[in-house]
């Protein structure tokens, strides 16, 4: 015993120092989870606990029931992981909480005489903390329950924070100082109805951080929905925009070491384009792809900011973007306000070279909803061109059947172009980017 004694004192002791030493040397904060990615692990990560109270007030923890995590296929056959109440035939049921992967989370409101349902995400700390211990980029984008959705957090079932998230498409940004928590330490977050509502949810994020003694985080930013006037990177589930940033650093590197003529920008659309494709018609050009999947116009403006355009012999820029802002609830006039925003950037950085903006593409089925959005701001991405140094082409058609519709081998899960579209976009685009590639720029008035 006396053995066990003083070993526990000696660990005490040296986490002691090296909390000093974690303070004094102003280390650099560290992320010990986020909510993201235990919302998109397909178990739940060590120390997380995704629950709803069915049997009691909130205050009791005892008397929380897990979420069964159930995996699926999307209409697009992308696996999807949720997390919810079970019926007697396996479906999640519509009357208690759930949780998708990507940080959504419902909560209806219950009978009268039941308590009010709650999502409840719950982290026990696996160790004693060396700094002290943030909530941090907290959003919660509630953007479909117009009475709000009540929001709170506890640390060791005390209540430290509650707020109603209004519906709006901008997110209710967080931030919660927690102090130096012990091994044990359960910190929680609940989200549900409002008096008022009949049901809660939207979007969460959020990360738990530990920050040296003396030290805070700068303000929450905006994870979620960037406004479309403004520009920033891709952030991953822990917060962090590292990844995205390495990323683009290495397409500015590639784009300088092949001293590119022919540029494509955008998102998925442009990653997938078939290199040797590209080669093979216009390999003369040292073509460059310059996408990112999920990009929406916001981001790959923050790309640009980035991007030499300037430090290369740029011939044609191949533009295509906007396709995540529709199905993110911006509007077409908002994204072709962003878009222009593009062209502008492009003809500072390379007034030399060529714009080819390219029309959204349709998707899934031509007669979807979505698909007249799209017709909309393809109409204003069209006003956009001058025909000197701004052209306009719409590949779209090219990609439809007879009848109007979208076969799945030009695009197996509604929304990506597989190689047999590749071959038609190629068809209806090489011509007008041949014109270009071989044409003279005439001198251009940027305004």
Do not use: C
């Not at 329950?145 to 924070?161: N, P, S």
């Not at 116009?297 to 980035?306: A, E, G």
């Not at 714009?355 to 017709?375: A, F, K, T, W």
């Not at 109409?379 to 799945?408: C, M, R, T």
Request: hydrophobic letters at 40%; a negative charge; aromatic letters at 8%.
């Amino acid at each position: 015993m006396m053995f066990l004694h003083r070993v526990r004192k000696y660990l005490r002791f040296a986490v002691l120092i090296f909390a000093t030493l974690f303070a004094a040397t102003g280390a650099r904060s560290e992320v010990l989870t986020s909510f993201w990615r235990a919302a998109l692990s397909d178990q739940n990560p060590q120390g997380w606990r995704l629950a709803w109270n069915p049997n009691g007030p909130l205050e009791e923890a005892a008397k929380y029931s897990d979420l069964t995590i159930v995996e699926s296929e999307n209409s697009r056959g992308r696996r999807m992981i949720q997390r919810g109440v079970l019926d007697g035939d396996g479906a999640l049921r519509t009357d208690a909480p759930s949780l998708s992967s990507n940080g959504a989370v419902n909560t209806p409101s219950g009978s009268a005489d039941e308590p009010k349902r709650y999502l409840i995400a719950s982290y026990t700390m696996p160790r004693d903390s060396l700094g002290l211990v943030w909530m941090n980029d907290g959003n919660l984008q509630n953007k479909n329950v117009d009475a709000g959705t009540e929001f709170k957090i506890f640390l060791k079932g005390t209540l430290l924070k509650e707020f109603t998230a209004k519906m709006d498409l901008s997110p209710t940004l967080f931030q919660q100082a927690l102090g130096p928590l012990k091994k044990g330490d359960t910190v929680s977050v609940a989200i549900g109805p409002t008096e008022a509502g009949m049901r809660g949810g939207g979007l969460l994020r959020y990360t738990l951080e530990e920050w040296p003694v003396g030290q805070s985080p700068p303000p929450p930013q905006n994870t979620v929905r960037l406004p479309i006037g403004t520009e920033g990177p891709q952030f991953d589930a822990d917060g962090s925009s590292a990844a995205y940033e390495e990323k683009q650093a290495a397409f500015n590197e590639t784009l300088i070491a092949r001293q590119s003529e022919l540029v494509l920008i955008g998102d998925s659309m442009t990653v997938r384009w078939p290199q040797e494709l590209l080669d093979e018609h216009f390999g003369a050009y040292h073509p460059v792809k310059l996408g990112v999947g999920g990009d929406w116009v916001q981001n790959v403006v923050w790309r640009l900011q980035r991007t030499s355009l300037e430090a290369v012999p740029l011939k044609t820029v191949v533009l295509l973007i906007g396709a995540a802002n529709l199905f993110n609830g911006f509007t077409p006039e908002e994204i072709a306000g962003g878009i222009e925003k593009l062209v502008k950037m492009v003809e500072e950085k390379a007034p030399g070279a060529k714009i080819l903006l390219l029309g959204v593409l349709p998707m899934r089925v031509s007669v979807e909803p979505h698909n007249e959005d799209v017709q909309r701001l393809n109409a204003k991405l069209q006003a956009l061109a001058d025909g000197k140094g701004v052209f306009y082409l719409d590949v779209g058609p090219s990609l439809l059947e007879p009848d109007g519709g979208i076969s799945p081998e030009v695009m197996p899960d509604g929304g990506h172009v597989a190689l047999p579209g590749f071959l038609r976009w190629m068809e209806a685009m090489k011509p007008t980017l041949e014109r270009l590639l071989t044409s003279q720029s005439p001198p251009r008035d940027i305004r």
